[in-house]
């Protein structure tokens, strides 16, 4: 009897290799190993180095901000679009730049995004005036959301073998989850060692680098002939994803009841919910629905929402937590956020793609939100005058495991079984969820937090002290934390409920049972 992968398909070593599929209906994992890329590992160097540039710009520039300010002159109100600026533009356009990586092919649109994010990186680094940077960062996001979803439909139709993609899959899992921490470290040794500037400059280097690798060693089938862009779904998706994370970003500063904040929601809802009815009736729709209706499939996305929705908070909340209550300077906050990334990369790269070659993907999903719910908790009962080792290690290690566990079976999960032409919009939808998933959890978590701040201060007469403010920080933070631990546990629900064992069924096909 032949032995079998999780994904339904017979080994490799027991198996006769099947014919390869066509370009414009095949599955994109199907592929015969006999025919796997002789560069593939180098490739996927290439393209893990891209997308850690991508992962990193997310949160490099967060510590650099008040020297930016100081330096340009840029009042407190403006300095939320250095970050604004950028997440609108990534989360607004991931859509059309996925579609675009199947128009005209993912390595041509890899290579334009690198080339492109390496430009505007450069123009932030060199900004005289806030109106640059937030220019220069507008087009970072921009050419981060072609750069993003190409890469990861590259790694989809580069790594076919069940065992390899695992582990390719398991790098690209740890980069995901752990870069924004590593980001966190590299911003604080920029800023204090160097500038502000350099937070910015750093990524033309590591982006000609990628472009050198991606000419030698990537290697893609040109873009789908005859194909066209869905002009209407791009102003009804790409303007609803816009309203919507600008919503998000505004809720923190301005509360949920300005009109500056509900009336971006609806219309982004509504937006949305256009953009959905035109794609059922589009002859060549922006994001084909069919991705969706596997439910093994949609059961991935779902996890990868609720679990970005329920880590962003950690971030947010430590950060302050080791510069405002423990007093860390930069490179010390960055370092003490390492012990995530290190799990993530170890949750990722040694377990899980190890183990889902022979393991339900919903079992590690399920398991690692597990894990990361308990880190929660151990967050959650931080004080005042906690001690990194014996208090905020464990805690911080049991998220890194989690999400490490998570997001590399989510990744292979959500992206097997889509047909050669569709991977780019399935892999711009799994990115666009994610991204709006960090926002609404920032701002929801902050929002949270913030409430149970206020409360704690009024409870217990006047904070007019340092101590007495910083418990009811603390305070807020964890309340927060125990509502992070809730939407954990709600994805790994959500993953043990719908993903099933077998692999997805190809999108547009009848879902298997």
């Given at each position: 009897m032949n032995k079998k992968h999780p994904g339904g398909e017979p080994s490799p070593s027991?198996?006769?290799p099947r014919p390869a599929p066509s370009p414009d209906h095949g599955d994109a994992t199907a592929t015969p190993a006999s025919a796997a890329d002789p560069k593939r590992w180098w490739a996927l160097a290439v393209i893990a180095l891209a997308q850690l540039m991508v992962i990193l710009d997310g949160t490099i520039v967060n510590i650099a901000l008040p020297s930016a300010q100081r330096a340009l002159g840029m009042p407190d109100a403006d300095?939320?679009?250095?970050?604004t600026a950028y997440t609108l533009a990534f989360g607004g356009l991931l859509l059309l730049g996925g579609r675009i990586a199947d128009l005209v092919g993912r390595k041509r649109a890899f290579v334009i995004g690198l080339a492109g994010f390496a430009m505007a990186s450069a123009l932030g680094g060199a900004a005289a005036g806030p109106g640059t940077l937030f220019a220069a960062r507008a087009l970072q996001g921009a050419?981060?959301?072609?750069l993003a979803p190409s890469a990861l439909s590259l790694l989809t139709t580069?790594?076919?073998?069940?065992?390899e993609r695992a582990k390719a899959f398991g790098v690209y899992g740890a980069l995901a989850g752990g870069g924004s921490?590593?980001?966190l470290l590299v911003g604080g040794l920029l800023t204090e060692y160097l500038n502000w500037r350099w937070c910015l400059y750093v990524n033309v280097p590591v982006a000609l680098?990628?472009?050198?690798g991606a000419q030698v060693f990537l290697r893609d089938r040109s873009g789908r002939r005859g194909g066209h862009l869905d002009v209407p779904g791009v102003l009804l998706g790409s303007g609803g994803l816009v309203a919507l994370v600008y919503g998000f970003s505004e809720a923190g500063p301005r509360g949920w009841t300005s009109p500056w904040v509900a009336a971006p929601l609806m219309a982004g809802v509504l937006l949305l919910a256009a953009f959905v009815w035109w794609q059922h009736r589009a002859a060549g729709p922006l994001l084909p629905l069919r991705i969706f209706r596997d439910r093994s499939r949609a059961g991935a996305f779902a996890t990868m929402g609720l679990a970005t929705i329920g880590m962003f908070g950690v971030f947010l909340f430590l950060t302050y937590y080791f510069q405002a209550v423990l007093g860390y300077p930069p490179v010390r906050t960055g370092l003490a956020f390492m012990p995530?990334?290190?799990?993530i990369v170890i949750g990722a790269t040694q377990i899980a793609a190890r183990l889902l070659p022979r393991t339900a993907p919903h079992t590690l999903m399920a398991s690692g939100m597990v894990l990361a719910a308990g880190g929660m908790v151990l967050l959650s009962r931080l004080t005042v005058h906690a001690q990194y080792v014996p208090h905020v290690l464990p805690g911080l290690l049991l998220v890194g495991l989690g999400m490490g566990l998570t997001f590399?079976?989510?990744?292979?999960t959500a992206t097997v079984g889509v047909p050669t032409q569709d991977t780019g919009a399935a892999s711009a939808a799994l990115t666009t969820v994610q991204q709006i998933g960090a926002s609404l959890g920032t701002v929801l978590l902050n929002t949270i937090a913030t409430g149970a701040t206020g409360r704690h201060s009024r409870a217990h007469g006047p904070a007019d002290s340092g101590t007495a403010l910083a418990e009811a920080m603390v305070h807020g933070f964890s309340v927060a934390y125990w509502c992070s631990a809730g939407v954990l546990l709600l994805a790994a629900l959500v993953a043990a409920l719908t993903v099933r064992r077998g692999k997805p069924s190809q999108a547009g096909s009848k879902p298997s049972a």
């Open positions: 027991t198996s006769p300095r939320q679009w250095v970050i050419f981060a959301a072609v580069t790594f076919t073998d069940p065992r921490g590593a980001g680098a990628a472009l050198i995530v990334s290190v799990g590399m079976p989510v990744y292979a």
